[in-house]
């Protein structure tokens, strides 16, 4: 991949980028979902069943976030960005906050994120780090007293601020994609838009993921070796 001074880079990460700084990926045997039912945690149908549990889940990883560092792919994308300034666009499906903690500025969470929590019904996010563990310690909305979940997209839900991703999809001309298995929409079909506008598309991770085939190139290697490297020339 070789980016000029014309270029706009639209990166697009998923789970695998912050596999190397310990957070487990979702799918995939020893993956947050190996053993638990994605129906009992994140989606609303979980929350309306069972809060209780779904605020246990989230807690472990808001935990388990703040236990972890940025690693090198995290750094790597920071340091593109200084040189790119508004020619660099970051979307990740993440929801922990190792992006921001490396130094990402111009980054969106399209999937929510761990350090916020929101009311049912006020709808407002707003920032939330405590750990919920059971039925007593479930938090209540300060306004109107509803419950508060957390700020997160499940399925089914619509993903954050699409407009504002599709109009930096349609400015980019360089896409790419970073340590994601290409299986949840509308991520997995970023690449297809990409495509149809006829701009040059990567992959990067150690495994081709579902939507393989509509990238131009794929660069099979994890993000903390294969960034750095491939930014080398930037
Ligand atoms: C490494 C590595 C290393 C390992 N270095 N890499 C039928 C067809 C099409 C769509 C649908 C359908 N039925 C339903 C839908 C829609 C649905 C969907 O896509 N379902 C699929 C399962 C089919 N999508 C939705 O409901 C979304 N909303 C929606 O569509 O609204 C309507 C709409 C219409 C039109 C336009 C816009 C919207 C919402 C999706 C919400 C996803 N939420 C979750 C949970 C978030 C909270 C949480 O974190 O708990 O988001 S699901 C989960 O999957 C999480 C992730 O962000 C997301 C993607 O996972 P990711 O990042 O790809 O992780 P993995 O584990 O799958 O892959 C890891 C990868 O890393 C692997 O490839 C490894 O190889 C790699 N890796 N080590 C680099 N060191
Ligand atoms: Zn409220």
Redesign the pocket.
């Known amino acids: 991949m070789r980016l000029t001074a014309e270029d706009h880079l639209f990166a697009l990460?998923?789970?695998?980028?912050s596999?190397?700084s310990g957070l487990?990926?979702?799918?995939?045997s020893g993956?947050?979902?190996n053993g638990h039912r994605?129906e009992e945690?994140?989606t609303p149908e979980a929350w309306m069943a069972n809060p209780e549990l779904v605020w246990r889940?989230?807690s472990m990883?808001r935990r388990d976030a703040m236990a972890a560092e940025p690693n090198a792919?995290h750094f790597a994308l920071a340091a593109v960005e200084e040189q790119l300034g508004d020619r660099f666009y970051l979307c990740?499906?993440?929801?922990d906050d190792l992006h921001e903690r490396a130094g990402s500025q111009r980054l969106h969470h399209?999937?929510?994120t761990?350090f916020a929590s929101r009311c049912v019904r006020c709808n407002r996010p707003f920032a939330d780090r405590a750990f919920y563990e059971s039925v007593k310690a479930l938090p209540a909305c300060s306004v109107c007293g509803r419950a508060v979940r957390?700020h997160?997209?499940?399925?089914?839900?619509?993903?954050l601020d699409?407009d504002g991703i599709y109009s930096q999809l349609d400015r980019a001309t360089v896409l790419l994609v970073?340590?994601?298995?290409?299986?949840?929409?509308?991520?997995?079909?970023f690449v297809q838009i990409a495509r149809r506008r006829g701009i040059h598309t990567v992959y990067?991770?150690?495994?081709?993921?579902l939507n393989a085939s509509s990238f131009s190139e794929i660069l099979l290697?994890?993000?903390?070796?294969?960034l750095p490297e491939l930014f080398a020339s930037v």
Not at 92 to 95: D, E, G, I, S, W
Not at 152 to 159: C, D, R, T
Request: aromatic share 10%.
């Open positions: 990460t998923g789970a695998g980028i596999a190397e487990a990926t979702f799918r995939g993956g947050l979902w994605v945690v994140a889940f989230y990883r792919a990740t499906q993440n929801v399209m999937h929510g761990l957390p997160i997209v499940w399925f089914g839900e619509m993903p699409m970073v340590g994601t298995s290409g299986s949840v929409y509308p991520a997995a079909g990067v991770g150690p495994e081709k993921p290697g994890t993000a903390a070796e294969t």
